[in-house]
């Protein structure tokens, strides 16, 4: 029998590969290693692999090379019954004929547990997410967020060691979809489980986990913290892909220690730090977080010129679309600290930026 090392991760896929026609890899070499208790989201765009990763790891797909381990085990032959996982799905899959309590009691019945286990553990899940009141009722019975609810208490009512969730909140309405978010991270955090989340929602990425994993093109571009992630994009796909970024591009002038000196064509010119840039010639895409732009400040050492092509007033701050150097989808967003109003559209404005602010990527 296979043990598991004290510093081995309880989830790893090694070497992992799938193809579904044996020619093109939707995952190319997947190497993942997600910690006990950890929250980890696959995030990326439609036919990324994350959820190709997600399903090899539930046991509905197989992996085409590579192995896929589980508490040290591999898992590759245990068919998805035997592997003790709890799923949670974007259509919440309730059996439609069952009440809310037989849905729940179902995963146990067919495990064994004896009757009044089940009861007193279908109890405890429902209270868990607040629909204790709601046993007796069919799924039809529910509201979509109510039957969202009833989906992830049965995947967690047989007290599983890993849940994986599916675009679990894409079906609801905004207001519902980020109160489900808090909610699905409380749960996390009360019972220490193990979620592998895939979804497609940046924002969604980053309320919830521990780390995300960035994908594109069956690769990984960027396993980081949340916080990493957004403040430390290592490539253009995941600068462009996580929060709102302003991109100019220009060709690499000079390189000093981990600073790079970058001729912005429009003619303008930028430090920055060298992320993924290359050497002296070689192109590169800056990239500037648009509340890291400031507005006629003449200490920060990167300025230029732009021209105010909109302003939209968003309550803790003005939108502003400006043409900077050729681009004239340049966001800044200003702080509303009540002297806004100094900028009107047509305004020819100095912004300017930090040189910690400002990346030097690869040429998306």
Not at 67 to 95: C, D, S, T, W
Request: glycine content about 10%; proline content about 5%; aromatic content about 6%.
């Amino acid at each position: 029998m296979t043990t598991q090392r004290d510093d081995a991760p309880f989830v790893a896929f090694e070497r992992v590969q799938k193809s579904y026609d044996g020619e093109t890899l939707v995952v190319k070499d997947l190497n993942l290693g997600i910690a006990k208790g950890e929250f980890l989201t696959m995030l990326g765009p439609s036919g990324s692999g994350k959820t190709t990763c997600l399903m090899m790891l539930a046991g509905f797909e197989t992996a085409t090379h590579g192995e896929i381990k589980l508490g040290g085990r591999p898992i590759n032959n245990i068919p998805p019954h035997r592997r003790g996982i709890g799923m949670v799905f974007q259509n919440y899959a309730l059996f439609p004929h069952m009440t809310v309590n037989e849905n729940l009691a179902f995963p146990l019945e067919v495990r064994k547990v004896p009757r009044p286990e089940v009861e007193r553990k279908v109890k405890r899940a429902l209270d868990m997410v607040q629909m204790g009141a709601f046993g007796g009722r069919r799924p039809a019975q529910l509201s979509g967020g109510q039957q969202q609810r009833i989906a992830v208490a049965r995947a967690l009512v047989f007290d599983p060691e890993l849940v994986l969730m599916d675009e679990p909140l894409g079906a609801l309405d905004k207001q519902l979809r980020e109160q489900m978010q808090y909610e699905i991270k409380h749960i996390h955090e009360n019972l220490g489980v193990t979620v592998v989340y895939v979804t497609h929602d940046q924002s969604e990425a980053l309320t919830m986990s521990d780390r995300v994993a960035v994908f594109n093109n069956g690769v990984i571009q960027q396993l980081s913290t949340p916080d990493d992630l957004y403040e430390r994009p290592m490539n253009s796909f995941v600068a462009q892909f996580i929060g709102e970024n302003n991109r100019l591009r220009g060709t690499v002038a000079a390189v000093e220690g981990d600073e790079a000196f970058v001729r912005v064509d429009g003619g303008g010119e930028s430090r920055a730090l060298a992320i993924a840039c290359g050497g002296v010639g070689s192109l590169t895409e800056l990239s500037i977080r648009p509340e890291r732009v400031v507005v006629g400040d003449e200490s920060v050492p990167n300025r230029t010129e732009g021209r105010v092509e909109e302003l939209i007033y968003l309550g803790d701050h003005i939108r502003c679309r400006m043409s900077v150097l050729g681009h004239d989808d340049f966001i800044v967003k200003v702080p509303n600290d009540g002297a806004h109003g100094a900028l009107r559209k047509g305004d020819h404005a100095v912004i300017g930026w930090r040189t910690e602010d400002c990346r030097a990527l690869d040429a998306a």
